[in-house]
Nanobody, 122 residues
């Protein structure tokens, strides 16, 4: 089993930055795909970014390309999502997820965190 815990969300003004953390515990994730997704009120959960736990295949949604960056700290067993130049349309609950392969669809991920709220004011 894998447990994922997100943190780092909050309220920020447009143009600001936040760094989300996804702390993993349980079995090793060294061969896992890690995805970040978000869900705004009344909308479906959408893909934000993914990469292998150990890196090497980073891919971002067009809406966040150039503003968001995935990184990791293997010692802390944590994956990060650095979010810069935030926009009001980035407001959502952000989730990290772990799976076997890199997909942009949520249904292919096996483990999910509880989510962290990001609110960007204009």
């Amino acid at each position: 089993q894998v447990q994922l815990v997100e943190s780092g969300g909050g309220l920020v003004q447009a143009g600001g930055s936040l760094r989300l953390s996804c702390a993993a515990s349980g079995r090793t994730l060294s061969s896992s795909a890690m995805g970040w997704f978000r869900q705004a009120p009344g909308k479906e959960r959408e893909f934000v970014a993914y990469d292998w736990w150990n890196g090497g295949s980073t891919y971002y949604a067009n809406s966040v390309q150039g503003r968001f960056t995935i990184s990791r700290d293997n010692y802390k067993n944590t994956v990060y999502l650095q979010m810069n130049s935030l926009k009001p349309e980035d407001t959502a609950v952000y989730y990290c997820a772990a799976g076997s392969l890199l997909y942009t669809l949520p249904k292919y991920y096996d483990y999910w965190g509880q989510g962290t709220q990001v609110t960007v004011s204009s």
